[in-house]
C-alpha cells in the first residue's frame, strides 16, 4: 500500500523558516496532482498550494509570496519552503496527491509559530 511520509513539521519563531517534505513510500504512477494542505485548531482543513503536471503552480492569498512548493518527479517527493511564518500559519499540514484512478494524503506534520 503506498504511503505518504511527511516530514520537516516543528516549532519556530515568527518570522523563521522550515522546509517540508512529502515522500511517497512506493511506486505512484500517473501522478497530475501534488499539493499541501493545513488545519488549525477548531478550523476546517484547507488548501495551501499546489503544483501539476502541466506546470501550473498555485497558492492561496494567504500564502503568496512567502511559500514555495516544488517537486522532485524523479524521486515523487514534494516539498514547501515557508519563510517568515506568521502564528496565523499554525496548523497540521498534509500532503495530498492525486492520479487518475487515486489519491493519497500524508498522515500530517504540525508546524508551531510562537515566540
Known amino acids: 500500500q503506498e504511503q505518504l511520509v511527511e516530514s520537516g513539521g516543528g516549532l519556530v519563531q515568527p518570522g523563521g523558516s522550515l522546509r517540508l517534505s512529502c515522500a511517497a513510500s512506493?511506486?505512484?504512477?500517473?501522478?497530475?496532482?501534488m499539493g499541501w494542505y493545513r488545519q488549525a485548531p477548531g478550523k476546517e482543513r484547507e488548501w495551501v498550494a499546489h503544483?501539476?503536471?502541466?506546470?501550473?503552480?498555485i497558492y492561496s492569498d494567504s500564502v503568496k509570496g512567502r511559500f514555495t512548493i516544488s517537486r522532485d518527479n524523479a524521486k515523487n517527493t514534494l516539498y514547501l519552503q515557508m519563510n517568515s511564518l506568521k502564528p496565523e500559519d499554525t496548523a497540521v499540514y498534509y500532503c495530498?496527491?492525486?492520479?487518475?484512478?487515486?489519491?493519497?494524503w500524508g498522515q500530517g506534520t504540525q508546524v508551531t509559530v510562537s515566540s
Open positions: 495530498n496527491f492525486r492520479t487518475t484512478v487515486n489519491e493519497y
Open positions: 512506493g511506486v505512484i504512477s500517473s501522478i497530475y496532482f
Open positions: 503544483t501539476t503536471t502541466r506546470g501550473s503552480t
